[in-house]
């Protein structure tokens, strides 16, 4: 490793903008299951496939359909 290094010319990410963020959600723990058995189907990690999830309901502008109790 170098003991310095030059930044000058370094550019700006152009995907920063399009990273995650990191948040704090209570899900409950069948949710949790339900993702978690799907991400051994299919590879993927469960929390991507909540957010694959949550991101195709807003780009189809899914709306919820429920009851109070």
Request: glycine share 2%; hydrophobic share 35%.
């Given at each position: ?14 995907y920063?903008k ?52």
């Amino acid at each position: 490793m170098r003991k310095e290094y030059d930044f000058s010319k370094a550019e700006k990410n152009p995907y920063a903008k399009k990273l995650k963020k990191q948040i704090t959600i209570r899900l409950d723990e069948d949710a949790i299951s339900y993702f978690k058995v799907l991400a051994l189907k299919t590879g993927l990690t469960y929390q991507n496939l909540i957010n694959l999830y949550l991101k195709d309901c807003a780009v189809s502008h899914r709306k919820l359909s429920f009851k109070w109790q």
